[in-house]
């Protein structure tokens, strides 16, 4: 290694690497040096070391680094790099044909560019369900991958991360949490493997959430966007951002939070897009289909923005066969703590397409606030109510409604035999206190 770094093999400040692994044993820098890596070429780094690259890396999607160490033992080994990085899962071992877990890699690589931010291009089939049990429970995967702030995990062609079943449920593949901002996903497909659960199933599915936004520290988790990505047969939810941190401590889960381009289907048990106390919220472009009637026995809905979302703007949304449609309320009564007088609430929802389905035992779309925009939308083929705009928690929407240019379409009720339905009037339009 010394040798290199004094005589540079091809030209001058390059380092190249040869087949055969190389150890670093103590802090190293290459603080402008550009590193080549021959294919079969491994830099092994002791558990406790870090490994900080401030040039460039030439390396083709195959392994570079082996680390040392475990996080468990707060000594695992860090690569870094010093500033702004694409860099790829596969030169941190990441197996890309999907058979073996990947979940290791990809913590060393988000770690990678944790200071400096940077982009995680991910080309391949990569499972990540190494099981974490939480509270003591070895079926429930509370969280794989925490993502760190300033990083984009994107595909530059073509990627999928299976759900693996029969090892338990993975709550979550990527979390966003410790009020990290400035994070995108882009381009990725997910394949939970879940499908329409049943009470049966629960505890044998793969994936159930694929990206879960917190608040913690206590800080929101600001600036996340999450667009053109793929999902599919999801036990619970495609996205879910939840409030962790009582209301009245902190009001807000996430401040503005995107959701655009993407497609999901089949969804079991839970809202495709859903979560509480965002503020901010853009929902646009999504196409979501099949969000059906999972293990509660209760309808499903495609978006669902309940429980005190704040200023939340959905747009030009393709909704098929889902459960239910929409539904934006207040602060629900658990949620006694939260003061909302001081706040506004705006919901425009326009330019949507919701259609309902055999799996259709609800509303189309139920809305409260204080600001509520409603337009241009297409409501057909819903068993239940088409649209309900009502209050919530004490709190009454009305201060300003406006509906207009709306189509909506064969509305009917649901036979009363029929329990598992939420709303079964079979009304087109209404507005309740």
């Not at 449609?325 to 929802?349: M, Q, R, W």
């Amino acid at each position: 290694m010394e040798h290199l770094i004094a005589n540079p093999t091809q030209n001058e400040n390059t380092i190249v690497f040869p087949v055969g692994t190389t150890t670093i044993s103590k802090d190293t820098t290459y603080a402008t040096e550009n590193l080549v890596f021959a294919k079969g070429a491994i830099v092994e780094v002791e558990a406790g070391v870090t490994l900080t690259i401030g040039g460039e890396i030439t390396a083709n999607a195959y392994q570079i680094f082996k680390l040392e160490g475990s996080t468990e033992d707060d000594n695992r080994a860090v690569v870094t790099f010093s500033k702004i990085y694409t860099v790829l899962p596969q030169w941190f071992g990441a197996d890309d044909t999907g058979e073996n877990d990947a979940t290791q890699a990809f913590e060393d690589a988000l770690r990678s560019i944790r200071q400096s931010g940077g982009s995680l291009d991910c080309v391949g089939t990569f499972l990540c369900a190494e099981v974490k049990p939480y509270a003591g429970n070895v079926n429930l995967q509370w969280y794989v991958i925490t993502v760190p702030s300033g990083v984009r995990i994107f595909s530059s062609s073509k990627c999928m991360f299976p759900g693996k079943s029969g090892v338990g449920r993975s709550y979550a593949l990527f979390e966003v949490s410790n009020g990290n901002a400035n994070i995108e996903f882009d381009n990725l497909s997910f394949d939970g493997g879940a499908g329409n659960a049943t009470a049966s199933t629960a505890d044998g599915l793969g994936l159930a959430v694929m990206i879960r936004v917190l608040d913690t520290d206590p800080q929101p988790a600001k600036n996340i966007t999450i667009k053109n990505c793929t999902g599919l047969n999801f036990y619970n939810n495609f996205v879910f951002w939840q409030n962790v941190v009582e209301p009245d401590v902190l009001p807000f889960t996430v401040y503005n939070l995107v959701i655009e381009g993407n497609y999901v289907k089949n969804v079991g048990n839970g809202e495709s897009i859903a979560g509480e106390h965002g503020r901010y919220l853009r929902i646009r472009n999504n196409y979501v289909e099949k969000t059906g009637i999972g293990v509660s026995g209760k309808p499903r809905l495609g978006i669902d923005c309940s429980g005190g979302n704040w200023d939340v703007i959905i747009t030009d949304n393709i909704l098929v066969n889902n459960g239910g449609g929409f539904k934006v309320e207040a602060a629900g009564s658990t949620d006694t703590e939260f003061n909302i007088s001081d706040l506004a609430n705006e919901v425009v929802i326009a330019n949507n397409v919701c259609v309902g389905g055999d799996n259709t035992r609800t509303f189309a779309c139920k809305l409260s606030g204080s600001r509520v925009v409603l337009s241009n939308n297409i409501f057909y083929g819903f068993k239940g109510t088409g649209i309900e705009i009502s209050g919530a928690a004490g709190y009454l929407s009305g201060d300003y409604i406006m509906f207009s240019n709306n189509i909506i379409q064969h509305i009917e009720a649901v036979d009363p035999s029929e329990t598992t339905a939420i709303s079964s009037e079979g009304i087109p339009f209404i507005i309740r206190a």
